[in-house]
């Protein structure tokens, strides 16, 4: 991570990108826009790891980039030659449901890690310990992946379960519950919904947040045409209220599939190992993960990250600001 300075504020910006399109800039709270500049001139010292710069009301939005780390890419630096924090499983019970975290650190800033879809706490394995040298790093699994439980989406009728909204409000929660105090949010993919989300509803836990990669919800409704919508909401009936749902996840859910997907994703791909592959696949195996799997990519409604941002109160900045802006050493 590199903190870059102004005359008012340090933020950081995470230099770990999976390969793939820019994403949302803003520049202000009451405009959004997209954008493709990305952060390729910016000369990253990956060793900075000055989360503790991290202001309040800090907020930084990460374009993609074919030129960076992924989330689970290791830095080839020399390595820090203090002793690794221990990280700690847990479980939390919420609501009634077993909610797996894991945990490191003992002083400095909270931080909160919210995976992507299909993903784990697992996925930050490589940066948990790293940012727990100087911070108390939780990592989340949202319920309905990983290691949490996985309610049948169907016990609920006909009122979703795995919205943003759901798992947003397991994050406030998290926050009061065991983290106990006010936190930074690092969210990818789909985690960074679920942390803007939070930060909507309950706009007095989250210190700041950082989005890494945020999914922009290619397939929601309002995205598609008109005249294609009726077809999308057919095939997504189709996934759910069939076999051919079930099948098509049994060929997904496979460590080739699984392998590929990630190669995808990782801009080094020497770093898709068995230990990953396995990581993100086996929770995927457990009783459950299928009708959550299939729940919510026919989830096309609900919060766009451009709907989102503009009511988070928190200041933004543009990338193109934030290329003039000089680089700390911190």
């Known amino acids: 991570m590199a903190s870059f300075s102004t005359s008012s504020r340090v933020l950081p910006v995470l230099s770990l990108h999976p390969k793939r399109n820019p994403s949302i800039i803003t520049s202000s709270p009451s405009s959004v826009h997209f954008s493709s500049t990305h952060l390729h001139s910016l000369k990253i010292r990956h060793k900075s790891l000055g989360l503790s710069s991290f202001e309040p009301d800090g907020f930084v939005v990460c374009s993609a980039s074919n030129n960076y780390f992924s989330v689970d890419e290791q830095v080839n630096e020399k390595q820090n030659s203090e002793e690794p924090h221990e990280v700690k499983n847990c479980k939390w019970n919420w609501r009634g449901y077993s909610i797996r975290y894991q945990y490191s650190g003992s002083s400095g800033p909270a931080l909160v890690l919210v995976h992507g879809f299909g993903a784990n706490s697992d996925h930050w394995r490589k940066n948990i310990p790293v940012l727990a040298k100087s911070h108390r790093v939780y990592s989340i699994d949202l319920i309905g992946y990983g290691y949490s439980d996985k309610p049948n989406p169907r016990d609920f009728f006909d009122k979703p379960f795995y919205t943003f909204e759901t798992w947003a409000s397991q994050l406030n929660d998290f926050c009061k519950d065991v983290v106990k105090d006010q936190a930074f949010f690092i969210c990818n993919s789909i985690g960074g919904l679920v942390g803007l989300q939070a930060a909507v509803m309950e706009p007095e836990i989250c210190r700041g947040m950082i989005l890494l990669n945020i999914s922009l919800r290619?397939?929601?409704?309002?995205?598609?045409?008109?005249?294609?919508?009726?077809?999308?909401?057919?095939?997504?009936?189709?996934?759910?209220?069939?076999?051919?749902?079930?099948?098509?996840?049994?060929?997904?859910?496979?460590?080739?599939?699984?392998?590929?997907?990630?190669?995808?994703?990782?801009?080094?791909?020497?770093?898709?190992?068995?230990?990953?592959?396995?990581?993100?696949?086996?929770?995927?195996?457990?009783?459950?993960?299928?009708?959550?799997?299939?729940?919510?990519?026919?989830?096309?409604?609900?919060?766009?990250?451009?709907?989102?941002?503009?009511?988070?109160?928190?200041?933004?900045?543009?990338?193109?600001?934030?290329?003039?802006?000089?680089?700390?050493?911190?």
């Open 218 to 330: 290619m397939l929601h409704i309002k995205k598609q045409p008109w005249y294609g919508r009726p077809l999308i909401r057919s095939f997504q009936n189709l996934l759910r209220n069939t076999a051919v749902g079930k099948l098509f996840y049994k060929m997904v859910a496979t460590s080739e599939s699984v392998r590929n997907i990630l190669c995808q994703c990782y801009n080094d791909t020497s770093q898709v190992t068995e230990e990953l592959v396995e990581k993100i696949l086996q929770p995927g195996l457990e009783p459950g993960a299928a009708d959550v799997f299939l729940e919510f990519i026919c989830y096309s409604g609900g919060p766009l990250p451009e709907e989102l941002l503009p009511q988070v109160k928190v200041s933004f900045f543009k990338l193109d600001q934030i290329h003039k802006m000089p680089i700390s050493s911190q």
